[in-house]
T-cell receptor
Framework: KAGVTQTPRYLIKTRGQQVTLSCSPI?????VSWYQQTPGQGLQFLFE???????NKGNFPGRFSGRQFSNSRSEMNVSTLELGDSALYLC?????????????FGPGTRLTVL | GENVEQHPSTLSVQEGDSAVIKCTYS??????FPWYKQELGKRPQLIID?????GEKKDQRIAVTLNKTAKHFSLHITETQPEDSAVYFC??????????FGAGTRLFVKA
């Protein structure tokens, strides 16, 4: 079974621009979660989508948004980029949610904001 | 709000020694506690998990213990090997809610 994939793997943007990241979950998985990973900050939860609905949301500003499509693929969008948005963005898929189910992570998208 | 504290942030052990990483959670309703290992440049991967109805779980050289009363759980790695060197994340969650991760422990196993 193919693993979780994310595109693109690397992105360089400048302040004020916007960016869209994509995540393809494992086939059959209905839950996709997004995390921001920065050195020393661990894995900060952004949001979780389940069957095209946002089920949980972390403490990030409204510039961060996402969506999920009927095939469970998910996208994450960041508008008006700031220097502090530079991070590794990981998505993870699971069968039915993050609680009680193993999360399978993608390789991440490394975003650099200049 | 919910919080998971993880200690230590860095741990260095000699090959063959044991390593222990401890986590404390704040939400008493949490009932699922996974541990993820992230090797340098790679994605996090689940290594072991425990549910609130179990006090201890073992899988070869790794074990996790859970103390619900004190709201803490620990990862134990015995007979450490250089390939155990990685960042380890604990996490806690409850049904229908997001998973909260600890800040991570960087484990160095010296050969």
């Amino acid at each position: 079974k193919a693993g979780v994939t994310q595109t693109p793997r690397y992105l360089i943007k400048t302040r004020g621009q916007q960016v869209t990241l994509s995540c393809s979950p494992i086939s059959g998985h209905r839950s996709v979660s997004w995390y921001q990973q920065t050195p020393g900050q661990g894995l900060q939860f952004l949001f979780e989508y389940f069957s095209e609905t946002q089920r949980n949301k972390g403490n990030f500003p409204g510039r961060f948004s996402g969506r999920q499509f009927s095939n469970s693929r998910s996208e994450m969008n960041v508008s008006t980029l700031e220097l502090g948005d530079s991070a590794l963005y990981l998505c993870a898929s699971s069968l039915a949610g993050t609680s009680g189910y193993e999360q399978f992570f993608g390789p991440g998208t490394r975003l650099t904001v200049l | 709000g919910e919080n998971v504290e993880q200690h230590p942030s860095t741990l260095s052990v000699q090959e063959g020694d044991s390593a222990v990483i401890k986590c404390t959670y704040s939400d008493s309703a949490s009932n699922y506690f996974p541990w993820y290992k992230q090797e340098l440049g790679k994605r996090p991967q689940l290594i072991i998990d425990i549910r609130s109805n179990v006090g201890e779980k073992k899988d070869q050289r790794i074990a996790v213990t859970l103390n619900k009363t004190a709201k803490h759980f620990s990862l134990h790695i015995t007979e450490t090997q250089p390939e155990d060197s990685a960042v380890y994340f604990c996490a806690a969650s409850k049904p229908g809610f997001k998973t909260i991760f600890g800040a991570g422990t960087r484990l160095f196993v010296k050969a």
